[in-house]
């Protein structure tokens, strides 16, 4: 779900972050409080990555050749 929603932003991590709810405006969502741990997340909000490690996680998962196969 969070490659989709990637792709439909253009592969936009800016346009991504407040879509998913893992940012509002300047300020990023805290974990573990302000995360929400239940079916009112809205889509692509879990699972949850190391934010500390900016996208190259992120961008290595979803950029991988699996999902070409």
């Given at each position: 779900?969070q490659?989709?929603?990637?792709?439909?932003?253009?592969?936009d991590?800016?346009?991504l972050?407040?879509?998913?709810?893992?940012?509002?405006?300047?300020a990023?969502?805290?974990?573990?409080?302000?995360f929400?741990?239940?079916l009112s997340?809205p889509?692509?909000?879990l699972?949850l990555?190391?934010?500390l490690?900016?996208?190259?996680?992120?961008?290595?998962?979803?950029?991988?050749?699996?999902?070409t196969?």
């Open positions: 779900m490659r989709q929603l990637w792709l439909s932003v253009g592969k991590w800016d346009a972050w407040p879509k998913i709810k893992w940012k509002a405006g300047k990023w969502t805290r974990y573990p409080g302000e929400i741990w239940d997340a889509r692509g909000h699972p990555s190391n934010q490690r900016g996208v190259q996680t992120m961008n290595v998962l979803l950029s991988h050749p699996a999902w196969l």
